[in-house]
């Protein structure tokens, strides 16, 4: 299991957005440029990017989708629900 995560996410409000994102990074449209245009975090300027982080620091469900078991680089994990909306997370690299 991963010790630390440096993953990328698009959060949005419906889920519906959501799942056309997904499909839209799942078949080759830039996961960056989507998050720039589309997503309400402010990590958007950043192309989504959330950089390295252990568990412990994201809220659960986010979380817990970074930290599942079989997870590997490149992953496009959602949508998944939290508190905030739905976010569509891409696992950048494991450590």
């Not at 949005?12 to 975090?41: H, M, N, P, T």
């Amino acid at each position: 299991m991963p010790r630390k995560i440096n993953a990328s996410h698009i959060l949005v409000k419906s889920e519906q957005e959501a799942l056309a994102i997904a499909y839209d990074v799942k078949y080759g449209k830039s996961f960056e440029d989507i998050a720039r245009e589309k997503s309400i975090c402010p990590s958007k300027k950043n192309g989504g990017s959330l950089g390295w982080f252990p568990r412990g620091q994201m809220i659960k469900e986010f979380e817990n989708a970074c930290f599942a078991p079989n997870v590997k680089k490149g992953d496009i994990i959602g949508p998944v629900k939290t508190q905030f909306g739905y976010h569509i997370i891409r696992i950048d690299d494991l450590q």
